[in-house]
């Protein structure tokens, strides 16, 4: 059994009884808002200034997230872009905030998270996965070898939908190792063999 355990930061108290239930195979860790601020999904994004000062917020926090880190994966890094650029048709300029994600994805390396793939956006508007390449480039660059993938299926439909495409993307970033966990325990699994 997997659990998302969103916006953990707001309540760590609620978070560490949550994730000390022994049923749990493992965690996501993922931020969905920022602090007292709707989820992104209630949004509206019209201005890039606007835009930015979100994401701003929302990197530190994930950041937060990452330093506080009682979770086995960090969830859909890239979350917000599924609203901004998938809905609103903003398109962000993610290099901005790559001295954030580098410390983001240094401090996952070091405490042994992985990071997710998620392909929910292959099926969405946004039409990518969470993160895209150019992420997934970083955090090989940035001593990251771990992936997990997930489909976050909210319908039998999508279970394990774009797992073949996010293989593929994987290996074209560097990153060759995929992980599961099964009560609480990592299985690292290359991803060649499972091609």
């Avoid at 901004?84 to 983001?104: L, N, P, W």
């Avoid at 999508?158 to 970033?173: I, N, Q, R, T, V």
């Amino acid at each position: 059994m997997q659990t998302e355990l969103g916006q953990a930061t707001f309540d760590l108290e609620a978070a560490e009884e949550v994730i000390s239930d022994k049923r749990l195979d493992y965690v996501i860790g993922s931020m969905h808002q920022i602090p007292c601020r709707d989820d992104f999904c209630g949004l509206k994004f019209s201005s890039p200034k606007l835009v930015d000062i979100q994401l701003e917020r929302y990197f530190k926090e994930v950041l937060k997230l990452c330093e506080w880190g009682k979770f086995n994966v960090l969830g859909h890094l890239t979350y917000p872009l599924r609203y901004i650029e998938g809905i609103y048709g903003v398109t962000v300029d993610i290099a901005r905030y790559y001295d954030i994600i580098k410390v983001i994805f240094q401090t996952i390396t070091d405490k042994g998270i992985a990071l997710e793939i998620n392909c929910s956006g292959l099926r969405q508007s946004y039409g990518k996965t969470f993160p895209t390449a150019d992420i997934l480039r970083l955090y090989n660059e940035c001593g990251g070898s771990l992936v997990s993938i997930g489909s976050d299926a909210h319908s039998g439909k999508d279970m394990a939908y774009g797992f073949e495409a996010a293989k593929e993307l994987a290996l074209s970033c560097g990153i060759e190792q995929g992980v599961y966990f099964k009560e609480g325990r990592p299985f690292v699994y290359s991803l060649r063999d499972n091609k």
